[in-house]
């Protein structure tokens, strides 16, 4: 019976949303001939979406997100219906088990030729059979070199961002997957550890840093950092060369006791109504010259290989963009945590945001 | 025009109102009320019991979110006070002046505030032009008082444009007949014009405080996202970026809120009643 109340209610909602939608936003939804791309924020050059739609007519309707999790739970709820998606590499593994990605059709899909053979196949897509990837980059540390001294960041140690002189002047991750990260590594654990004492040493971690921390941010950091607001932050690597760009005053290093490294990759969601378009524009992303072009824009490094020949030289052997395979060799991807992992993860962090000091 | 003819067409022209709010207000409500009360084992009141849990984040929303409607009416009634008593070319520059912020975004005028208070911010950067470039700066952002500037400055409005509506109702007679009988400023003032503005004073109160112990986006901006409030956390668990969703909690936390506004809404009801008044009226 409360499943039948449940569902009435549920339609009669739907029904509603339908009818005022379609009178308010006549072919704003997804309507043949266009697509509806939701990418992490600051994530791509906008010129190249416009160039897609000159070329193939396919309208683009882009949206972003601010972390892996935001994008999952609008997709789950089905609030919004996307065709083509960018997440990370645990994200991905997740999605594919929930049956939440298309197989690719690889004929749609020429380009895929360009991607590296080490980008291929990876842990979370071993058969290659559902996603492309489109960038790949470590965690860094980025700081300011004009209030940060040097013997603070001399060893490239992830201390600097417990470190109590710089109280205030510390900004991190506001979302736990990568701050748990930060201070599992710093325990010298495994970021994928579902161990809880681990976790709970971890959790402890980020309780002490609280009070050093001037905000939890996201996209925010690029703001902050720039405006010398606050000093120590962690970020994506490409997010970091942006920064530095805007601020010749920073700096960044990947942490001697490694970082998360991740891969991000596009695929089709397994709703989508526009699959072949889909399949389109990630063929389109994939075309060398438009590789380049967003390549320089987002900073971030590229699996396609004849994009990276073209990139710049200083850009090519930039340590902390294209890593050394030594300090690649610490690095670690995260993998899809088991249920239990993430309740406890998100315990831990709820703990943290609601204890006041 | 016949009395039925009337009658008939009220009935009409209150369909669009009634199909609105079952479908985005009864209809809402009724699955907050569902969510609150199942778990994966079908009816439960366990989702009840994490208001328990988070009672430190309900006490602190709901301190913070009194403080700022305090704030809001110290500063609304004197406001509001003056206009009502000013010329009625005053009355109207200074009602769209009141106005004027609204017909910005909430959250671009709150990411200003982030301009304004951080330590490189306008008013510490104007500091240093006084005090010199060592000046270290006044830690304005971050904390709970940003959180509070927040709330007082994007809901000032809601609290002093019923407190002006309810002062300018008030019958000017009365308060010449008072004067006539010898009584004073402050005694008109405390014996005429603030019982009879007090139908305007609770609206305002509602209207602040409710948004205010509701907001996320607010201590999120403004208090770097350090502390949860109430709102942060139903965010929290309908949105999952601590990694887990659950509807259930959310709900759950939600419906505490909502009954606790609805008794403090009743209950200043039942106090306007008893102030014997009218005009301003409760939302």
């Not at chain 1, 590229?302 to 690649?328: C, G, K, N, Q, S």
């Not at chain 2, 110290?74 to 509001?80: D, G, R, T």
């Not at chain 2, 830690?139 to 309810?166: D, S």
Request: proline residues 4%; aromatic residues 12%.
């Amino acid at each position: 019976m409360r499943k039948i109340i449940l569902s009435v209610l549920a339609v009669i909602v739907v029904a509603a949303i339908i009818v005022t939608g379609s009178v308010i936003s006549r072919g704003g939804g997804a309507s043949s001939g266009s697509i509806n791309v939701y990418n992490w924020g600051e994530y791509i050059d906008q010129s190249v979406l416009d160039d897609f739609e000159e070329q193939t007519g396919i309208k683009v309707n882009y949206t972003t997100y601010a972390s892996n999790e935001e994008m999952y739970s609008k997709i789950v709820s089905g609030a919004a219906s996307y065709d083509v998606i960018i997440p990370s590499e645990y994200m991905l593994s997740k999605m594919i088990d929930e049956g939440l990605i298309a197989e690719l059709d690889f004929d749609n899909i020429p380009n895929y030729q360009y991607i590296g053979e080490e980008y291929r196949g990876l842990s979370f897509d071993p058969e290659e059979k559902y996603s492309v990837p489109y960038t790949w980059g470590t965690v860094v540390i980025v700081y300011n070199t004009k209030y940060v001294d040097e013997e603070d960041v001399a060893d490239e140690s992830l201390e600097l961002l417990w470190n109590e002189k710089y109280a205030g002047k510390i900004l991190m991750f506001d979302n736990p997957r990568d701050a748990f990260a930060l201070a599992l590594t710093r325990g010298g654990y495994s970021m994928n550890t579902t161990d809880p004492a681990q976790w709970n040493e971890a959790a402890e971690m980020l309780m002490e840093q609280k009070p050093l921390v001037q905000a939890y941010v996201m996209d925010q950091v690029f703001d902050k950092m720039i405006s010398e607001e606050a000093y120590i932050a962690p970020y994506y690597a490409g997010d970091a060369i942006t920064m530095m760009d805007e601020n010749e005053n920073l700096a960044a290093y990947v942490p001697v006791e490694g970082a998360n490294q991740f891969v991000d990759a596009m695929c089709v969601l397994s709703s989508s109504q526009h699959k072949k378009e889909a399949e389109q524009f990630i063929n389109f992303m994939c075309e060398t010259d438009i590789a380049v072009r967003n390549a320089e824009e987002v900073c971030y490094a590229i699996p396609h290989t004849a994009a990276f020949e073209e990139l710049d030289e200083e850009t090519r052997e930039d340590t902390m963009v294209y890593p050394p395979a030594e300090v690649l060799e610490k690095c670690e991807v995260f993998v899809n945590l088991p249920p239990e992992t993430m309740l406890l993860q998100s315990d831990l962090w709820i703990r943290l945001k609601t204890t006041y000091y | 025009m016949t009395k039925s003819v009337e009658v008939g067409s009220k009935k009409v022209n209150l369909i669009p109102f009634s199909g609105w709010m079952v479908v985005f207000v009864l209809i809402p409500i009724a699955l907050v009320v569902y969510y609150a009360f199942t778990g994966v084992d079908g009816f439960t009141l366990s989702n009840l019991t994490w208001i328990w849990t988070y009672r430190s984040t309900l006490w602190l929303s709901v301190w913070l979110s009194l403080l700022a409607t305090a704030i809001c009416l110290l500063l609304a009634y004197p406001v509001a006070y003056m206009i009502s008593r000013a010329s009625e070319k005053v009355q109207r520059n200074a009602s769209l002046f009141i106005m004027l912020p609204m017909w910005m975004n909430f959250l671009v005028r709150t990411y200003a505030w982030m301009t304004i208070l951080e330590n490189n911010g306008l008013i510490n950067n104007g500091l240093r032009l006084i005090f010199g470039e060592d000046f270290a700066g006044l830690n304005l952002i971050n904390n709970h008082g940003a959180i509070i500037l927040g709330m007082v400055y994007n809901y000032l409005p809601y609290m002093i444009l019923p407190i002006y509506t309810a002062l300018t109702k008030i019958d000017n007679s009365l308060i010449e007949a008072a004067r006539d009988l010898g009584s004073g400023g402050v005694q008109i003032f405390r014996r005429i014009v603030l019982p009879l503005s007090v139908p305007g004073i609770i609206s305002g109160i509602t209207m602040v405080f409710i948004p205010s112990i509701s907001t996320f986006i607010i201590s999120k901006i403004l208090g770097g996202g350090k502390d949860f409030l109430i709102g942060d956390l139903i965010e929290d668990y309908f949105l999952g970026n601590s990694g887990v969703v659950n509807y259930n909690i959310g709900a759950a936390l939600s419906l505490v809120i909502m009954v606790m506004i609805l008794i403090a809404t009743c209950f200043m009801n039942k106090f306007d009643k008893d102030a014997k008044t009218n005009g301003g009226g409760v939302i």
